[in-house]
């Protein structure tokens, strides 16, 4: 194993556990952006160009940005003071260890596996587009439709410009101008 | 004889590794051209800021740094040992790790963005197959950092200072990646080797730069505009607006972290102006045949220069924008001039070179009435009139 993709492997998982269990959520989404960049290096490794500088530009770029955004938006960001580990964490421990056993062999003794590995092909983009764009072009042009699709029914909830109230539209009432003002003094001086 | 001066680096660095053990040649030869571009870029750096400044105090009417040196031009060493010896204040609330951090990571992809660039004939780092979507992918990195800068800080001005530049950035990185498909749909790669070749032939004696077409023109200047957005400057300097919030995401940065900074904004200004010469103005090639003669870096170096001192005059020449203006402008105004041009570059293709005269009039003249009906269509609504001072007469 070459030692370039075991040192990508071990900070992209590392990460990903930090990404869990910090507790400063800013922290964990900033984890998560380290946990992608390691997964476009192991991608990059593959020879595959193109997947990786994606995987950079839409989940490093974008999507570590909308997490951290949303993050500061909806929460205070203090950090918590109990664990971040729930009480049946020993329990979760067992499940997911079955479960990745399970799965595991149950993939590994698949017979839809092919026997022998199946030559690399030689993926550039002009591949890609060329494939995208005859016999991919259904399913690209529905992705399209429907994130279009998502977009105006996010712009269509966030548009509602309404001009802010007055305090007499409220209904607070608002005291008279003078009472603002301190008093005059007696002898007409100066305060 | 000139074609020696023009491939002179690629000799001298061929001659280099020749000394060394076959073996180490693919591990010694980048780490050559690393070095290269790490003394070549910060070093422009250095020039710029002093030329900035002077620039500046010329637009202004007053002198500029005159002290250090001839002309003032050691000014940046001074500034320099300044930033070195000064006290590294970390506000005591920050998140030290991440307050600490977030200069590196800044630096790390605006660096990265270098390797892709084709600096003069045969003189590129890393060549890829998909070298314009490395450079715009790592390019969208930055925002991290920035966002960092601005959380670890603990600072109301650096937090708000942070949101603007990262809505900022988001926003105009729209317009800058479609006006760049529009060149990698006329060329047909992503790689920017390739895109440059593209552009190196004449006729008439003329390059035939992608600039020099009705999509080309509007491409490059929508370019400039988001490239100015996305390094950060005057128009576009809201996130750093000192007027407003202080010094915006490094308010709370001293010494050579503010130095990095710093470094980093301009070394972002130049890998973006040598992307937007390398799609638009021909890269390295000369813009008339009989200039040939002229090495290939010269000119890739004299264009970023002209740039970056177009993008001086209009920091002394432009206010900021509003944070309403700026939005309007990259959603409603660039983002559809944007989206028509790739439809534009379209029709210009498919129409061909037995159209020559009447391609160039269809694509130009679509360009120019969306442009005017756009502009009007968004005047409108601002109800601009002559400007009426309510005080100051």
């Not at chain 1, 770029?61 to 949303?70: C, D």
């Not at chain 2, 980048?30 to 500046?56: M, N, W």
């Not at chain 2, 999509?215 to 490059?220: D, E, K």
Request: net charge neutral; proline share 6%.
């Amino acid at each position: 194993m070459p030692i370039a993709f075991i040192l990508t492997a071990v900070v992209t998982l590392l990460a990903a556990a930090a990404a869990m269990s910090l507790r400063n959520l800013v922290h964990c989404a900033l984890m998560l952006a380290v946990s992608f960049s390691g997964i476009a290096a192991i991608y990059l490794q593959l020879n595959a160009e193109f997947v990786g500088f994606t995987e950079i530009l839409v989940y490093v770029g974008a999507i570590a940005i909308l997490i951290v955004m949303a993050i500061l938006l909806t929460r205070s960001g203090e950090t918590p003071d109990k664990s971040v580990l729930t009480s049946g964490w020993m329990a979760g421990i067992v499940v997911t260890v079955f479960v990745f056993v399970l799965l595991g062999w149950a993939v590994l003794n698949s017979s839809a596996l092919p026997q022998t590995m199946a030559p690399a092909p030689h993926a550039t983009v002009k591949n890609i587009g060329d494939v995208l764009m005859t016999k991919y072009v259904l399913p690209l042009e529905i992705i399209a439709l429907m994130l279009t699709a998502a977009m105006i029914g996010a712009v269509v909830i966030a548009y509602r410009e309404e001009a802010p109230k007055t305090k007499r539209e409220e209904g607070i009432p608002i005291p008279p101008r003078d009472s603002l003002l301190p008093p005059p003094s007696p002898t007409g001086e100066k305060a | 004889m000139f074609d020696k001066l023009d491939q002179i680096f690629v000799t001298a660095l061929h001659w280099l590794v020749g000394f060394l053990p076959e073996a180490w040649g693919p591990y010694v030869s980048p780490l050559i051209c690393i070095a290269f571009i790490l003394s070549v870029f910060p070093g422009l750096f250095a020039l710029v800021t002093v030329i900035e400044r002077k620039g500046l105090g010329r637009i202004q009417n007053r002198y500029g740094p005159n002290r250090v040196g001839p002309f003032g031009f050691l000014q940046f060493a001074a500034d320099g040992v300044k930033a070195l010896i000064k006290e590294d204040v970390v506000p005591r609330a920050a998140d030290k790790l991440v307050h600490f951090l977030a200069p590196v990571v800044l630096l790390i992809p605006v660096l990265l963005t270098y390797a892709v660039l084709p600096f003069g004939k045969n003189m590129v780092l890393a060549d890829y197959d998909a070298g314009l979507l490395f450079f715009l992918a790592v390019g969208g990195a930055v925002e991290v950092s920035v966002f960092m800068a601005g959380w670890s800080s603990h600072n109301k001005y650096s937090l708000l200072g942070a949101m603007r530049a990262i809505a900022q950035m988001l926003s105009y990185e729209i317009p800058l990646i479609l006006s760049a498909v529009t060149v990698v749909m006329m060329v047909g790669s992503l790689n920017l080797s390739e895109i440059v070749k593209h552009q190196d032939h004449y006729t008439f004696g003329l390059a035939h730069w992608h600039v020099f077409t009705p999509w080309g023109l509007a491409g490059f200047l929508l370019f400039i505009v988001a490239s100015l957005a996305e390094s950060n400057r005057t128009p576009f300097d809201l996130p750093e607006a000192e007027s407003e919030i202080i010094a915006g995401y490094f308010t709370e940065y001293s010494g050579f972290k503010f130095a990095l900074f710093f470094l980093g904004e301009y070394l972002g200004m130049f890998a973006i102006a040598g992307l937007g010469i390398t799609l638009f103005l021909g890269g390295w090639t000369a813009p008339f045949s009989c200039l040939t003669w002229i090495p290939s870096y010269v000119w890739f170096l004299g264009k970023l220069l002209g740039i970056v001192f177009v993008f001086i005059w209009i920091r002394g020449t432009l206010p900021r924008l509003r944070m309403d203006q700026l939005m309007n402008l990259a959603w409603k105004f660039m983002l559809p001039l944007a989206l028509l041009n790739i439809v534009v570059a379209g029709i210009w293709h498919y129409m061909g070179p037995d159209w020559q005269h009447m391609r160039w009039l269809v694509c130009s003249a679509i360009l120019a009435a969306a442009y005017a009906m756009l502009g009007l269509g968004l005047m409108q609504n601002q109800k601009l009139g002559k400007r009426v001072y309510k005080f100051a007469e």
